[in-house]
């Protein structure tokens, strides 16, 4: 079992910066990607980005890839998305989850693509 716990979100106004944190424990399988899916209102879910948990190579949807970063620190087995020049679009419950790394779908999700492993979400609201 993998078990994540999201941190961070809050209010930043347009063009500002969040960064947002996923701590990680449990069994973490070299084969696992952990990263970040969002909801925002009325619209698909939306996986934005994940890093192999074997190499560190990250891994980002088309839509955000210029402005949010994924990081990741071993020592405190804590993921972070870094996200830069943030606009209302990005208001979403920003998720940490995980699952094979092959599970992953970096984009809109379908109901069918659904990740095993979720911690609870955090707010990120952008809004002057």
């Known amino acids: 079992e993998v078990q994540l716990q999201a941190s961070g979100g809050g209010l930043v106004q347009p063009g500002g910066s969040l960064r947002v944190s996923c701590t990680v424990s449990?069994?973490?399988?070299?084969?696992?990607?952990i990263g970040w899916v969002r909801q925002a209102p009325g619209k698909r879910r939306e996986g934005v980005a994940c890093?192999?948990?074997?190499?560190?190579?990250?891994r980002y949807a088309y839509s955000v890839q210029d402005r949010l970063t994924i990081s990741r620190d071993n020592t405190k087995k804590t993921v972070y998305l870094q996200m830069n020049n943030l606009s209302p679009d990005d208001t979403a419950i920003y998720y940490c989850?995980?699952?094979?790394?092959?599970?992953?779908?970096?984009?809109?999700?379908?109901?069918?693509?659904?990740?095993?492993?979720w911690g609870q979400g955090t707010l990120v609201t952008v809004s002057s």
């Open positions: 890093i192999e948990n074997r190499n560190g190579r990250a």
């Open positions: 989850a995980a699952d094979f790394i092959g599970q992953w779908v970096l984009g809109p999700h379908s109901p069918e693509d659904e990740l095993r492993y």
């Open positions: 449990g069994l973490i399988d070299d084969d696992l990607g």
